[in-house]
């Protein structure tokens, strides 16, 4: 129940496309979701987060989308570029800790 | 400020050896985390510290496993007679209140143990 599913495991877009990565959870406790990129060698970094009362967030180029009923949510990322090209992760979290998805490899292509 | 540091960035120990990895975060912030990441997956929570006091170890995978942050600022995960299983990057992270919002990561410590 403390699982977070992530998916695809890793994706290749084209510059200029839409990357769309997917989360699902159980834990209904879980009310806070973030995302965090993380290039190799790196600590991952916060891009976006959303609670479960709102619907859709967007900053710039980086959307979520949440689904409550259905328990998932997942990041859009408009106009990919080149330097998008890192591993993402969803995160789930109920206030101790967070609960990390297994990563999304993402390659943006020029 | 300053963002979220770790030292050593980098160490190998020999198998049974003791290693003390070190967290410094990020001036004021309140909670403080460590988590462990293996190669090509996510981070797994270890330790969980509100100020100087840890509320949360539930994460720490044995007995070997051992974290303190004594004045409530830096913090030390040690790993006494380090195991090839304990191969991993070792991630701090830090937010300002006391729950897990907003956490901020280090660069983390890459283990080898050999």
């Known amino acids: 129940q403390q699982q977070v599913k992530q998916s695809p495991q890793s994706l290749i877009v084209q510059k200029g496309g839409i990357s769309i990565i997917n989360c699902a959870y159980e834990?209904?406790?879980?009310?806070?979701f973030p995302w965090y990129q993380q290039f190799p060698g790196k600590g991952p970094a916060l891009l976006i987060a959303?609670?479960?009362?709102?619907s859709e967030k967007k900053e710039g180029r980086f959307t979520i989308s949440f689904n409550k009923s259905a328990k998932q949510f997942s990041l859009h990322i408009m106009d990919s570029q080149p330097g998008d090209s890192a591993t993402y992760f969803c995160?789930?979290?109920?206030?101790?800790?967070?609960?990390f998805g297994p990563g999304t490899r993402l390659s943006v292509l020029p | 400020g300053a963002g979220v540091s770790q030292s050593p960035r980098y160490k190998v120990a020999k198998r049974g050896q003791d290693v003390a990895l070190r967290c410094d975060p990020i001036?004021?912030?309140?909670?403080l985390f460590w988590y462990q990441q293996a190669l090509g997956q996510g981070p797994e929570f270890l330790t969980y510290?509100?100020?100087?006091?840890?509320?949360?170890k539930s994460g720490l995978p044995s007995d070997r496993f051992f974290a303190e942050r004594p004045e409530g600022s830096v913090s030390t995960l040690k790993i006494q007679r380090t195991q090839q299983e304990d191969s991993a990057v070792y991630l701090c992270?830090?937010?300002?209140?006391?729950?897990?919002?907003?956490?901020?990561f280090g660069p983390g410590t890459r283990l080898t143990v050999t």
């Open positions: 001036s004021g912030h309140v909670s």
């Open positions: 959303i609670r479960p009362d709102v």
């Open positions: 510290f509100q100020n100087e006091a840890q509320l949360d």
């Open positions: 995160a789930a979290d109920y206030g101790q800790n967070f609960v």
């Open positions: 834990n209904t406790a879980f009310d806070y």
């Open positions: 992270a830090s937010s300002h209140g006391v729950r897990s919002y907003e956490q901020y």
